[in-house]
């Protein structure tokens, strides 16, 4: 009996073990003390409380805090980390490295059964890393890098250390720092570099303080040895409100086989940030939180972006009624000020237009919002209130991608593949405007004569991908198509989109684009999606074959892909 009932002790306690339900606890010290082996994992990206090894835990990487042996958390403690799904605070260290942070200014209220108090960072060190490719060493290589980041107000200087070995800086670079409103924004170009290296690097000032160190890999030369990958979407906004989390969870667990990424327009969201706060003003407060948020991925690997119209201006209530803000947040003057692309070295302006080249593929991102006639922003922003346009002198731009594109054209023996980034499609079958007709009378020759590849853009919140088509004429094969393909990737998540029809990791709302499909699919419609959230990976393999796969954000999964091969 003796044996018996320990035996049975035994089993009921690994029975309950097993069966252990941590979802009931709802903030962090609950959840990591649970008993039952600290069999429970709290996810910083959903706010819930999971089993250890869940496919409902949406956490990865180290994203969660356990004391359990048996988890991949990077914290075993709720102390002095506070996160909440509209903002997250702590250590310096936890919210530069290991968590995904939301903001670092705010108060996470009832975690742990108490209200944190913030994490208040040196009131002028690095906030918003971010770095983009440039250089050009002659030979259309790019060989520098350009680091970019905020501060709250101004500093001496804008400096980057770097060197080839961790905690080891043995040169350094100043750049420049711009303003538009009341942050300051500083951008230092990194020249000269070897290619294909890792550079260590931390950016700040002396006396303002240092951000933490990061690293990047440069570009290579226009014959890698191995291919690479390109995480292409477009229109992502941010956190809860922006239906973003999941998307930014999927980009997570990518990011170990990317390159770098390209942001084809639509960043933040930050214009329609009022719809979903109390506060007058959000604009900046939202466009902070997204670069924040992004930041362990985009102060790692190049973040490319190329402008959409919902980075034309700030059309809140606030801002309308506000003569400063009105005048100092229109015509895209957040987004210019915020980035630097290479477009001293490519003859473009600033992060409006410009090109650059990485490995045997030449990258154009182009600009469909202004600057060319009939541009749907050619004299107004988004809203029709504000005067946008007039970045270059009239035809500039359009002579500019003509220029671009044969020039990369007359270099096919050295970088065969050639694709454009825009935000607006020029095809797209779920959506019908006449604005993808003035886009096609616009760009669409230029692209037939100089055999553009792949043209990516987003705007329209679903996924959709054409056979090669030019005219309207289209070929089912993409094997020396002779013609381009265009892909829609619109659909990273953003306040924009609506409900959704599948099943999600449990505790997650109902989340999903629009809009639904027209009737009746145009011929050169591939495949379409409207259903889930998702990104895309463009896989360069070698310089006849590349493959471009739509990635589902729910659960990573391939939802279309193709292949398309070219004999030289």
């Not at 600290?38 to 356990?66: A, F, K, R, Y």
């Not at 506070?82 to 250590?91: D, H, N, Y």
């Not at 890393?129 to 002659?138: L, N, Q, R």
């Not at 992502?236 to 239906?243: E, I, L």
Request: charged fraction near 15%.
């Amino acid at each position: 009996m003796a044996k018996m009932s320990i035996m049975m002790f035994l089993l009921m306690f690994v029975a309950y073990s097993f069966a252990s339900n941590c979802s009931p606890h709802t903030n962090c010290g609950d959840c990591v003390s649970h008993m039952g082996g600290h069999n429970c994992v709290w996810c910083t990206l959903d706010m819930q409380c999971h089993d250890v090894g869940s496919p409902e835990d949406p956490c990865s990487n180290g994203l969660c805090i356990s004391k359990s042996s048996l988890s991949t958390c990077k914290l075993e403690s709720c102390d002095n980390i506070c996160v909440f799904p509209t903002c997250s605070v702590g250590s310096g260290s936890v919210c530069g490295a290991d968590l995904i942070p939301e903001t670092t200014h705010c108060l996470c209220p009832n975690l742990n059964g108490r209200t944190c108090p913030p994490y208040v960072p040196a009131p002028n060190s690095p906030e918003e890393v971010h770095i983009a490719f440039a250089g050009d060493d002659g030979h259309g290589n790019s060989n520098g890098m350009a680091v970019s980041w905020m501060t709250q107000g101004m500093t001496n200087t804008s400096t980057v250390v770097y060197g080839l070995e961790s905690g080891s800086y043995n040169y350094k670079a100043q750049g420049i720092m711009k303003s538009y409103l009341k942050t300051f924004h500083h951008h230092v170009v990194l020249f000269n570099l070897k290619p294909s290296t890792k550079y260590y690097y931390k950016c700040g000032d002396s006396e303002a303080g240092w951000s933490g160190e990061y690293y990047f890999t440069t570009a290579p030369t226009a014959q890698p040895k191995q291919g690479f990958v390109v995480s292409v979407y477009g229109d992502m906004g941010f956190g809860v409100p922006g239906h973003a989390v999941e998307t930014r969870t999927s980009l997570e667990k990518l990011k170990s086989e990317v390159n770098f990424v390209w942001h084809v327009g639509d960043v933040a969201y930050a214009d329609d940030s009022f719809i979903h706060g109390d506060e007058n003003f959000l604009y900046e407060k939202v466009y902070n939180q997204y670069m924040t948020w992004m930041e362990n991925i985009t102060a790692q690997m190049p973040y490319m972006v190329l402008p959409g119209n919902h980075e034309s201006e700030c059309h809140s209530p606030a801002c309308i009624l506000d003569t400063e803000l009105r005048t100092k947040l229109q015509n895209f003057s957040a987004y210019f000020n915020r980035f630097r692309m290479p477009d001293v070295e490519s003859g473009g302006v600033g992060p409006m237009w410009y090109s650059f080249n990485y490995g045997n593929m030449h990258f154009v991102s182009m600009n469909t919002e202004t600057d060319w006639p009939g541009a749907p922003e050619e004299h107004r922003g988004d809203s029709g209130l504000f005067p946008a346009g007039g970045f270059g002198r009239p035809g500039e731009f359009m002579s500019w991608l003509e220029n671009d594109l044969a020039k990369a054209h007359a270099n096919r023996a050295n970088r065969p593949w050639i694709v454009v980034g825009g935000h607006r499609p020029l095809y797209c079958g779920l959506q019908n405007s006449s604005g993808q007709v003035k886009l096609r009378e616009t760009f669409e020759d230029l692209f037939r004569k100089y055999e553009v590849d792949i043209v990516f853009t987003g705007h329209v919140h679903s996924y959709e991908r054409t056979f090669p088509v030019y005219n309207g004429s289209y070929t089912k094969s993409y094997v020396n198509p002779g013609k381009t393909a265009y892909v829609v990737i619109g659909c990273a998540g953003n306040d924009e989109m609506g409900s959704q029809k599948i099943t999600l990791p449990k505790g997650q709302p109902p989340l999903a684009p629009i809009p639904r499909p027209i009737a009746d699919p145009p011929g050169w419609s591939a495949f379409r999606d409207t259903e889930y959230y998702g990104t895309g990976l463009l896989r360069v393999h070698n310089n006849t074959h590349l493959t471009w796969q739509f990635i589902h954000s729910v659960d990573n999964s391939v939802a279309d892909e193709f292949t398309l091969v070219k004999n030289l």
